[in-house]
């Protein structure tokens, strides 16, 4: 995964571009890069390693070019393989996976072109280059129209100084806009100290962009206008805040976040719920519903099948994206499939969502990133607006995904009478203590990571949950291992009984998590017997139980709630913080975890 950023205008382009790679260092930090034209011709410097050391190779040098390309890269150990690369006059950074690059790359070997790198980005740009007829942005449509796979690219040209050519097919790229240039990158985050005002590309589009200009063209190669969009999000939001990492600014994020999410969304006391970006949806006549999501948005779904199930009674059945594309359906319009992904760009979840369109279903995307593919091709969209998660670990887009979600299943059932406006207006009472309640957690933070201390050290673990804590425990489970490495399962708290139990001792310690819902006591019988076999355990209990709980080896609390879905946000905060001190404590590189990315493209 990479991030790119492209900057023309009356700005110091280094400067520019640099501060922009800063901000995407999430997606990649094993090479970064960075060209401007200089004269009649342009300037590459790169390196390996993270992106001081990039900042390290220009010091010193005083380059005052107001335009130039940047890139950021995981994956890349050499210099060769870094970008951005070369072919006479073409330069390039590319993001993306060129799918027929042997193919490509045979035929330009037979015309002569010399390869430098192994990377398949150098087959764009040579491709461009033996396409130019002195056009540029000619050059790169027609070079992209042979590239099977995903590709967000930026070219610059010597011959055509001022001219910076964007284009995208299943990559992300937007264009930030600002009244003297342009400044186009992968994510949102590395523009936000120039604009808030934001160009989103659609898949196949290319934009020629000028100090004073931007024209684009769509995959027919038809000049088209694409909307501006304002962000709201402010250049603190993309920062860390004086947290240590993005991953606990994240999670204290929360109390806000899920506030952002109901905005503009709720009356409350009326127990109404607007959801316009639904209006068309033929909620009388659905069938099914199907979620298709990857991680913690998985995670998320399965909460979702229980809000839907309870509130709406939709059938409601949850596949693993990479999966659903091998499944043997029958699927028509009243078939509802949601997908969900914080990013928007999850190939998985986009080929997921192309196949249920192609099988006759509609589809409803759920993300945060604006403006993000997957929103943009589906039948129906809803943001979530957690604003930007930079943290490879998903935090508060969980908790913002599982919101949206309820108020989806309570819309729903409303609209099919099955609940009532009085019923989700005490829901909505619960709700809006939610912030508070989880400011309440996190003022007690010191007590999860006095217990994570405790369990640092541990190899394995397993996280146990039941009905609305089941979807937790695998949450948790997931936040532990990619955070800290040490192995964790999460499992429906009944199966432990079936297999797993074989394996607790007091080195391979069990979470269960026991807040006040309804099934508590049938988890509390089985937290009972892991303990009698000899386990290690720990819990998350209720603030109501805290002098009458089943005996565990370290307890945590959560306030009480009167609706039980509640303690969904809650418990989530808790195995959050809990997987964070566990990294914290280990001396892991939590924001940028080994071996992942933000997101999987
Ligand atoms: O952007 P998405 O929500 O589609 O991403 C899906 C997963 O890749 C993501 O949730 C991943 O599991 C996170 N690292 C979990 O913290």
């Known amino acids: 995964m990479c991030g790119i950023v492209g900057y023309i205008g009356e700005r ?19 090479s970064a890069g960075i060209a401007v034209p200089q004269g009649a011709g342009v300037t590459i410097i790169r390196a390996v390693g993270k992106l001081d050391n990039l900042k390290e190779a220009l ?11 940047g890139h950021i890269r995981w994956q ?29 790359k045979d035929k330009l070997l037979n015309a002569g072109y010399q390869f430098q790198s192994d990377t398949d980005t150098e087959v764009i740009t040579h491709l461009i280059h033996s396409m130019y007829k002195g056009d540029l942005s000619k050059a790169v449509y027609d070079a992209v129209a042979k590239v099977k796979g995903a590709y967000a690219v930026l070219a610059i040209s010597t011959k055509e100084p001022e001219k910076l050519v964007a284009a995208r097919r299943s990559s992300p790229l937007i264009i930030g806009v600002e009244e003297g240039g342009y400044i186009a990158t992968s994510d949102i985050p590395a523009a936000l100290e120039i604009t808030r005002d934001f160009i989103s590309l659609d898949d196949g589009d290319l934009a020629l962009i000028t100090p004073k200009n931007i024209t684009i063209y769509d995959n027919t190669g038809k000049s088209i206008q694409r909307s501006t969009i304002h962000i709201d999000w402010d250049e603190e939001m993309a920062e860390r805040d004086g947290f240590d990492d993005f991953m606990i600014k994240e999670i204290h994020e929360q109390p806000r976040t899920i506030m952002d999410t109901l905005r503009g969304k709720i009356i409350p006391d009326e ?6 970006e639904l209006q068309e949806l033929d909620v009388a006549n659905l069938e099914r519903i199907i979620f298709l999501a990857c991680g913690t948005s998985w995670h998320a779904s399965l909460l979702g099948k229980q809000f839907i199930e309870r509130y709406a009674h939709i059938p409601v059945e949850v596949d693993i994206a990479s999966e659903f594309p091998y499944r043997d359906l029958q699927l028509n319009k009243n078939t509802l499939c949601i997908c969900i992904s914080q990013s928007g760009e999850t190939t998985d979840t986009k080929v997921a969502m192309r196949s249920a369109l192609d099988k006759g279903a509609q589809v409803l995307a759920i993300c ?12 129906y969209a809803i943001y979530t607006h957690a604003g930007p998660e930079i943290s490879i670990a998903s935090t508060k887009a969980f908790t913002s995904q599982a919101l949206t979600i309820l ?29 508070e309640r989880i400011n309440a957690i996190l003022e007690q933070k010191e007590a999860v990571k006095a217990v994570a201390d405790q369990y640092k050290d541990s190899k394995n673990f397993v996280y146990l949950g039941r009905n609305l804590t089941a979807p937790i425990a695998l949450e948790g489970a997931l936040k532990l291992k990619e955070t800290s490495y040490i192995h964790a399962e999460g499992y429906p708290a009944g199966e432990l009984r079936h297999g797993p139990i074989a394996l607790l001792d007091k080195t391979f310690p069990a979470m269960f998590l026991a807040p006040g819902i309804k099934v508590q006591e049938s988890i509390f ?15 998350v209990f209720s603030e109501k139980d805290r002098d009458n709980h089943p005996e565990c080896d370290h307890a945590l609390f959560v306030p009480d709630c009167e609706v039980e879905e509640m303690a969904v946000f809650l418990t989530v905060v808790v195995a959050q913080l809990f997987a964070y ?20 493209i």
Not at 581 to 600: E, Q
Request: hydrophobic letters at 40%; glycine letters at 10%.
């Open 368 to 379: 945060n990133v604006v403006g993000a593919s997957l929103a943009k091709e589906s039948t």
């Open 525 to 539: 019988s089985i937290l009972q017997e892991a303990k009698a076999k000899g386990g290690r355990v720990v819990a």
């Open 271 to 276: 127990g109404r719920i607007f959801l316009g």
């Open 76 to 104: 890349a150990h050499t210099e060769v393989n870094a970008h951005p690369n070369r072919s006479d006059h073409i330069v390039l950074v590319h993001d993306g996976i060129v799918e027929n690059y042997k193919e490509l």
């Open 59 to 69: 010091s010193g040098k005083e380059i005052a070019a107001t335009m130039g390309i």
């Open 581 to 600: 001190y566990c990294a914290k404590g280990l001396g892991r590189d939590i924001d940028k975890p080994r071996n992942l990315s933000k997101a999987v």
């Open 12 to 30: 110091n382009a280094v400067d520019t571009i640099i501060n922009g790679l800063s901000h995407l260092e999430y997606k990649g930090y094993d």
């Open 407 to 435: 108020l989806i299943a309570l819309w729903l059932g409303e609209r099919r009478k099955v609940t009532d406006n009085k019923q989700i207006a005490e829901i909505f009472k619960d709700l809006m203590i939610v912030p």
